[in-house]
């Protein structure tokens, strides 16, 4: 069993800055890939930041320049470093990873979410 727990969100004004982190635990063999989400109100999730375990990184444009997604591969902990955070930026981040797991005598790929953690950015 795999799980991912995330966590640093809050409350802060606009312009503050917030750290999250996203813990992976349990059985893992190895990680592909992790990301950040967002889901703010009456909205679709949308991808944030994604960075695979080689380091590479993308993001949305809307963060570009703002956020940055780091990766420790020795501690299976992924984070956010959230700067110049805007109303517009409020949502639940949600933290997903891409990975091998062990099951039984062999290694099996999925695809794991945590609970979310609420960000709440005001003017």
């Known amino acids: 069993q795999v799980q991912l727990v995330e966590s640093g969100g809050g409350l802060v004004q606009a312009g503050g800055s917030l750290r999250l982190s996203c813990v992976a635990s349990?059985?893992?063999?190895?990680?592909?890939?992790m990301g950040w989400y967002r889901q703010a109100p009456g909205k679709q999730r949308e991808l944030v930041a994604h960075?695979?375990?080689?380091?590479?990184?993308n993001y949305a444009e809307s963060v570009k320049g703002r956020f940055t997604i780091s990766i420790d591969n020795a501690k299976n902990t992924m984070y956010l470093q959230m700067n110049s955070l805007k109303p517009e930026d409020t949502a639940v981040y949600y933290c997903?990873?891409?990975?091998?797991?062990?099951?039984?005598?062999?290694?099996?790929?999925?695809?794991?979410w945590g609970q979310g953690t609420q960000v709440t950015v005001s003017s």
């Open positions: 997903n990873a891409d990975l091998y797991f062990l099951m039984a005598k062999t290694v099996a790929d999925g695809d794991y």
């Open positions: 349990g059985s893992i063999f190895s990680i592909n890939s």
């Open positions: 960075i695979s375990s080689g380091g590479t990184t």
